[in-house]
């Protein structure tokens, strides 16, 4: 659920620093975990957290992660993967979308080729592990320490690229794929490998065409008894598939300004009753599909009228107090205007977009 944390005793706190290690010695000695319940400030939604003991020589924490609420465990349903379940219940083990003894060989094959733990050399020569834990850094760190080191010294300057150090494992070395690029083409050909064509940029149906219809001029919705999309209610529990299926069965843009319009009631309700930022994850998610889809259908303006108004309303505190943080969610995963470089028919620049983002 979440990274791990360190949890220790507050300085100069004498008193506070005893009662924890007292807590955590006590951990240690039953060999146990402990549940707690935390709040890390004010206004922000409650975690159930799972503590551990670590003492170590020189000094000893609680070690903190997030453990998850009911409500946030997705009970999803896969099929198999090493068979096929019939409609009629008959279990297939041979079918075309299950690997077959030979490309499951060719895959072994390829994997073994493309081993690290023995792909590098010691000092004597002798084979080693090609990328050992105390050799690696993280590269995110490093490379803003060295943006921001350089900028404080030549303001005016470019950033340099990254040290090769930190960036030599982040591909993996051109030795070890030639040497493994004899299986690498015996495991395309086992496995039948075709180019797939490029996505098209748009799935709009010409909205100035007029949708076939029989030639009787009846209406076969009402006679089969189907209703149609623009009378359906996307419910809350259900909010991403059903919008996404009004979108499928909408055959006019007011159908899809409809879906648009209900979708995002369903995100400005979330966040407006949320409990701290318990909701504001589902928010961001139905936010970025209503994103993807409008781009998708070629209507970016209707997303882009909504989010306008939705910041409006965040950073007015009209969401029933101050909600900036579901405003700051929106600006790191950058689920901003759509801008001309996503969508050729709206007039948004990409400066437009980034003033839109960066503006509070």
Known sequence: MSTANVMVGAKLNQRASMALSSFIHALEELESYAVARLVTKDGRGP??????????????????????????????????????????????????????????????????????????????GNPTEYMAFEDTFSPVLHRIDQAVRRRAVHPSEPIP?????????????????????????????????????????????????????????????????????????????NAIPEFKQ???????????????????????????????????????????????????????GLFNDFVTHLKILILGDQLNGDRSEMWWFIRTRKVGLITRKESDVVDVTEEEGREFLGTR
């Not at 219940?89 to 895959?107: C, D, I, S, W």
């Open 246 to 300: 009004l979108l499928a069965t909408a055959r006019d843009p007011h159908a899809i300004e409809d879906a648009v319009k209900q979708l995002g009631d369903i995100i400005t309700e979330r966040i407006k009753h949320s409990l701290g930022d318990n909701s504001y994850s589902q928010a961001l998610e139905a936010l970025g599909v209503m994103r993807e889809e409008m781009i998708a259908y070629e209507e970016p």
């Open 47 to 124: 975690v159930i957290v799972l503590l551990a003991p670590s003492i170590e020589a020189d000094y000893e924490c609680l070690l903190d992660v997030q453990l998850p609420f009911a409500e946030d465990v997705r009970p999803y349903r896969f099929p198999p993967l090493d068979r096929i379940i019939t409609v009629s219940g008959k279990v297939l083990t041979e079918h075309r979308n299950l690997p077959n003894a030979q490309l499951k060989q060719a895959m072994s094959d390829y994997v073994d080729q493309m081993d690290l733990s023995t792909f590098g050399k010691d000092d004597e």
């Open 161 to 237: 690229p990254a040290d090769e150090i930190l960036t030599r494992f982040s591909k993996p070395p051109d030795a070890l794929i030639q040497k493994a690029r004899r299986q690498l083409d015996h495991l395309m050909i086992t496995a039948d490998i075709k180019k797939v064509p490029p996505k098209q940029k748009g799935r709009k149906r010409d909205r100035d065409a007029v949708a076939a219809q029989p030639l009787s001029g009846l209406d076969i919705d009402e006679l089969l008894g189907r209703a149609r999309s623009s009378n359906k209610k996307i419910s809350p529990n």
